[in-house]
Structure formats: C-alpha cells, structure tokens
C-alpha cells in the first residue's frame, strides 16, 4: 500500500476557531478574545500536556499528554490561558 | 519530560500483536528506577531554566505488564511524588495495564494516588479473545473485564485502548458498543500497523468507523461527549487548524522510555527487547548518549514526497516516529497504512461533526468549541 493524496476538500462542514471569531465578528459579537488563546494554542503556558483540567477536591487534576501505548495522539484542547498567579497545578498528594 | 518506565519485560498475558518483545524475567531494580525518575527531573529542570518553560514531569508506567511489579510501581510513584513536591515541579502518572491484576484495591490506590489509568482491553469477548491469551491460550476477557467496573462514567481517570487488527476488526464497531453500553467514556482505539492488513480488512476497517461515529453520534444526542480517539483527536485537530509543534511527542526530546536495564530510548515503543543499538540514546547511570541522541533528533519528521500538498497533511499523524519506524524502517518516513488510516478517521470524523454541528448539538459545541471563547461569549447565539 502507498502513500496518497487525499481528496481535495471544501469543507468539512463544521467551522475552525478562526472561522467562527471571524463569523462571530460578522454578525456583530466584537472582542471575543480568541487572539490570545489563538496564540496560546502551544504556547508554554502551566496548561501545556493538559487535555482536560478537572477540578478535584482543590486540586486540578491533569491529563497525560500521551497514554503509554496510546499512538493515537490527540492535539492539546485549546484551554483558556489562566491568569498569572491563578490555580496552581500542584502535584498529588497521597 | 515524559517518561516511561517499564516495569519488567515479563506479562501474563501473550497477546498476538503485542510489541514489547520477548516476556521474560528481566526486572527493573529500584536503583534504576530512582535514578531513572532522578534523571527527568534534572533534565526537566536544566530545560526548565533554559527556556522558560514551566516544571512538568510525566512518568508513565509500561511493561511488559507493570502490575507484575506493584510494589516497585508503589514506592517509586511515591518517591516521585516526594521530589516533585520538594521541587515546586508538576506531577502526572499513569499506568498503562491490561487489567488481569487490577482489583478493587489496587484501583483504589491508583485513584487515591491520582494516576491515569489505561486499561488494554479490547471490548467484547469475541474481540478480546481472539488476540489476548494467557500462556495456556485461555481468553482473558472474563479476568480483565472485571476491572471496568472501577473505571465507568464520565469521571473516570482512565481510557479503554482497544487495539483494532485485522484479525480482529470485525468486531471492533461491536465492541465500541460493548463497552459505551458499560458506561466506558474514553475509548482509544490503536490500530495495529505492524502487520500487513488484507482489502477485505481495509473495507471492514472502513465500516467500523463508519458505525462508531454512528455511536458516538448517538451519545452526544443524549447529551454524552464520550471520547472516541480517532474522532475527538480528528475534529479538535481541523478545529485548530493542524497539530501544532508542542501537540507531536518529544521522541527523544523529552520523551524518552527506559528499559528494565536503564537503557534509554525515544519512545516506549522502540524499547522491545532492549537490544536495539541504532535508537539507544543513552542509560539512566551515564544519562544521554549526546551523539546518538541527536542523530535520532535529526531524523524526526516526514520526508515522503507524495505527502507534499496533501490537503491533510496538517491533520495526518504522519509525524510519529515510533510507527513509522516500526512500518517503514525509518523514523521520517510514513507508511501507506498509516496514510490509510488517517485519511480515512478525518473523513469519519468529519462526516460525525459536520452533522452535530448542523444540528447544534448542545454537547458538541460545549465541548470542542466552548473553550474556544470566553465565557460570556460562548452562548448558542454565537452558534446561530
């Protein structure tokens, strides 16, 4: 089996975080913000190698970036930056 | 940095397409286990301070099966949590096991401890049976579906990885079933592309998916965001606009996998049966091989030319080291299964949430695109 292009795509059918802010601007919803989270995207912030920050008792509980085994990488979910001197990510205490 | 420890070359298990070597009794001693956790939080520190970067380590625990050596796994999480509480560095842990020793207490310790937990498991018994064997040959669904009773819901710290082959494919749409109809939420399916996969698979492969974002379809219309991997991970990529450099794993950057040895490697995958000269970057007593390690650093990427203008290039895993070293013999060029496959999960994918999203699907939208806004932004009238 070879490599190959993929078919050419218009769309998918369902918008980026771009194309909403864009279309949210259009129908008249100004400073969404979505610059800088668009910038936090991989930005080295206390949320790179989260997926899914959860509350839990007080602390926030982080995913693994990567599941050992796991090849089925997901990208990061865009999370809001958290203020300086907001939650701190502390490690688990038994 | 992310670190893997595997535990043990030895399992209790044969699984057929397992690719973590021969099992034997090669054990990782405590001294190298400590000195391996020592290492990822001096390099992490070291690159902590060069660039900038906040404190973050990760140690995952891998095998052969790492619940073989639970006490091993006990003290040195524990000795990993005293360091990265002395050092103001962030902690995660996970475990990756396939479930046969996992009783109640021990998924008590683990959630208590506050590790990940990814069980392999690969959904209904006909699937599981047909490639995860104890010695004797017996299936082990029956010993490891037990522990999905500790693991249900949407709290669960943990994923269930099904590993999709193409002896075993037809019962993959089947098995997603069978395991959201016992409140599993979070499903990996990992397909196994080291072995050669006939057309009549390929199609099979093809359907499933098909009827898996049918499943999970479903679930978010009920007002469950399941996690399916192959679907979240292709729509929160097109959502972003393609994987992003801190989205694709450090291999051997800062990943790296140390074998029971103390060899280091790039990636837990490439570890086997540690006797792997060509992607050996070092040991835990002499820390990196410099020299090899930036010849492994060097050849990250993709350097296959038909990938050039493919209009999915920037979704395609076509990045990832450890399988297309495993598929094509080299780590910067991707195989046409793997081509296969991702155009195939963005096309699934894609026709899942396009439909959501026409329907405004209330659990679809809070979860992919509700963090994309601000808060008092993020009403349906943005959605409109």
Known sequence: MNVQKAETRVDPGYPTKRQLAEGAKAVGLAALGLGSLLAAGCAPSRTRGVIMPVREGGVVAQEPARLKGDIAVEPKREVPPQPLGGVRVEPAKP | ?384
């Open chain 2, 1 to 384: 940095m992310n670190l893997t420890l595997c535990l043990t070359h030895d399992c209790n298990l044969r699984c057929a397409y397992c690719y973590a070597g021969r099992k034997d009794a090669r054990r990782m001693s405590w001294e190298t286990a400590t000195r391996a956790i020592d290492f990822a939080f001096e390099q992490t520190l070291k690159r902590a301070h060069a660039v900038g970067l906040p404190s973050e380590v990760q140690i995952g625990y891998f095998g052969g099966e790492p619940l073989l050596e639970w006490d091993l796994l006990q003290r040195s999480a524990a000795y990993a949590d005293e360091a990265a509480a002395r050092l103001g560095v962030a902690l995660t842990k996970t475990v990756t096991t396939n479930a046969s020793l996992l009783d109640a207490a021990r998924a008590e310790w683990l959630r208590v401890n506050r590790f990940y937990v990814g069980l392999s498991l690969d959904g209904n018994a006909a699937m599981h049976d047909t490639l995860r064997h104890f010695p004797d040959g017996r299936g082990s669904h029956a010993v490891c579906a037990a522990a999905l009773a500790h693991y249900r819901g949407p709290d669960a710290r943990a994923e269930v990885i099904v590993v999709a082959d193409p002896r075993n494919i037809g019962h993959l749409a089947e098995s997603v079933e069978w395991l959201l109809s016992r409140d599993i939420w979070n499903i990996a399916v990992n397909p196994n592309f080291y072995i050669g996969w006939p057309d009549a698979a390929l199609s099979e492969w093809r359907e499933a998916y098909g009827r898996i974002g049918e499943l999970y379809a479903g679930c978010y219309r009920r007002g469950c965001p399941v996690r399916v991997n192959v679907f979240d991970g292709k729509i929160r990529v097109r959502i972003k606009e393609g994987y992003a450099a801190c989205d694709k794993c450090g291999f051997g950057i800062d990943e790296v996998a140390v074998a029971p040895s103390g060899n280091l490697y790039p990636c837990e995958r490439i570890v086997g049966d540690d006797t792997n000269e060509a992607l050996r970057i070092g040991t835990v007593s002499d820390g990196f091989d410099a020299g090899r390690r930036a010849a492994v650093i060097a050849c990250r990427g993709n350097t296959v030319p038909e990938c050039e203008g493919c209009p999915v290039r920037e979704r395609c895993m076509n990045w990832c080291g450890c399988i297309n070293y495993a598929t094509t013999g080299a780590v910067n060029r991707v195989a046409g299964i793997v081509c296969f496959h991702e155009r195939m999960s963005i096309e699934a994918a894609d026709r899942v949430a396009a439909a959501l999203f026409a329907e405004r699907n209330p659990a679809f939208l809070a979860k992919f695109y509700q963090a994309a806004l601000p808060e008092e932004q993020a009403s349906p009238m943005v959605f409109a």
